[in-house]
């Protein structure tokens, strides 16, 4: 088929049929598998959201026992990982540190060439434990190591969440902690087709290994135009002195014709329902050990913009107020991107699986808008 209609971006174009995520922008709804995230948020974990995210069901008990007995006892590096990442550079960014463990995790559990096709499923599936398993090992292990402090061991006791931030803390979570990460972690796990998704979709469509997709999709995830507005929320608000400078600081930005960081979305045209649940944590959070300016600057922004930008469909969105609840739980801000890819990972292998049920290699086409013909001049005369 010849189409001779060129959409920058890919943008609106559909790419794919998928039962594993819908977002409703006008409405504000994000359901994976048809669950709405706020259910998933109120009474799911990540581990049962990656089963569903994968299998597209949620597991009975005796599944989710075991999908999460191996997810809890697949979190550790190996000595060569963990010996790599200690060669990096200081200054590496640790989405590069993030893609290179991914790869090389690739080389450590290589598929074997398969006649049986029931031992590799099995293959498959232990490649999506292990790298969801692994992913926040690698992050918090290179967050500890450039610092010179060494990685601490994952505990299998654990939830993932509660894991995660033992790693990189060094002392366990409180409870509360450890739900909000949990929340965290599923709120992010899965958005429909966007650069990194679809950057999965065509790798997995040349059959590549789970390994190098999970690190093409973290490529794409790095770029600043995908991931990164929640940090330059935490900088607006630490831009603004006092509470009461914030009503006067948004007008005068707004003024300017400047973007606020973390309001406006592609698809959502209302306030995006991972804000609203990322903001009651963000509440949560503050109101232990006293009041919280920040929060209460977000406050205001929120208002003053529901005022002037609402009625042009921009809103909160799910970098409004992520950051802040990474910075409140002690997370540096060069780790939310990678934070971001630890939840993400579960919607990526989600569409590698489904892409691999339905395999055709993607190829798109051009439209050539360059000269035929053309005279090859010598070198010389150039
Ligand atoms: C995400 C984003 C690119 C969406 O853009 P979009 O849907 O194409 O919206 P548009 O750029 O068409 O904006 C429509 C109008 O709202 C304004 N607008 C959009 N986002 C705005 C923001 N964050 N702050 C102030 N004004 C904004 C635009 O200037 C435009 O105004 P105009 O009608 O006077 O020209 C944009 O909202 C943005 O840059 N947001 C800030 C960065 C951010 O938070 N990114 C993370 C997204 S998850």
Redesign the pocket.
């Known amino acids: 088929m010849t189409t001779h209609t060129y959409v920058p971006g890919l943008a609106g174009v559909p790419v794919t049929e998928s039962e594993i995520s819908y977002v409703d922008g006008q409405k504000g709804s994000l359901e994976y598998c048809g669950i709405d995230i706020e259910v998933l948020a109120e009474k799911s974990s990540f581990e049962e959201t990656c089963y569903l995210l994968l299998h597209r069901r949620l597991p009975n008990r005796e599944e989710f026992d075991q999908f999460n007995f191996s997810l809890s006892h697949h979190r550790r590096i190996k000595y060569s990982i963990r010996d790599m990442i200690k060669c990096y550079p200081d200054a590496a960014h640790p989405m590069d540190a993030l893609q290179a463990g991914s790869a090389a995790l690739g080389m450590f559990y290589p598929l074997a060439d398969q006649e049986d096709q029931v031992q590799a499923q099995k293959d498959l599936d232990m490649a999506a434990i292990r790298l969801i398993a692994k992913m926040p090992t690698l992050v918090a292990a290179h967050a500890r190591m450039r610092v010179g402090d060494d990685p601490i061991t994952p505990r299998d006791d654990l939830s993932h969440a509660a894991n995660f931030l033992y790693m990189l803390r060094g002392e366990e979570p409180s409870a509360l902690e450890a739900r909000i990460m949990d929340v965290a972690f599923i709120v992010h796990a899965e958005h429909t087709i966007n650069a990194s998704t679809f950057s999965a979709m065509v790798t997995a469509s040349t059959l590549a290994n789970a390994y190098t997709v999970i690190s093409s999709a973290i490529g794409t995830l790095s770029g600043p135009l995908h991931g ?2 929640n940090e ?2 935490l900088n607006m608000l630490d831009d603004i002195d006092h509470v009461a400078d914030t009503e006067a600081y948004m007008y005068q ?2 003024k300017r ?10 698809i959502y045209k209302t306030k ?1 329902p991972r804000a609203t649940l990322l903001q009651k944590l963000y509440f949560e959070l503050s109101t232990q050990g006293g009041p919280d300016l920040n929060y209460e600057k977000a406050k205001i922004i929120e208002s003053v ?1 529901a005022e002037i ?1 609402g009625p ?3 809103c909160p ?4 107020y992520s950051g802040t609840v990474y910075r409140k739980l002690g997370i540096s801000p060069d780790l939310f991107t990678p934070i971001f890819a630890v939840a993400r990972v579960a919607g990526w292998l989600a569409h590698w699986k489904e892409q691999l049920g339905n395999s055709r290699i993607y190829r798109p086409q051009q439209i050539y808008i360059g000269q035929h013909r053309q005279a090859y001049t010598p070198i010389e005369q150039r």
Not at 257 to 266: N, S, T, V
Not at 317 to 320: A, S
């Open positions: 990164g507005a330059d929320v930005k707004l014709k400047e973007k606020i960081p973390g309001l406006g979305h592609r995006d913009a930008l042009k469909g921009i969105n799910v970098d409004f």
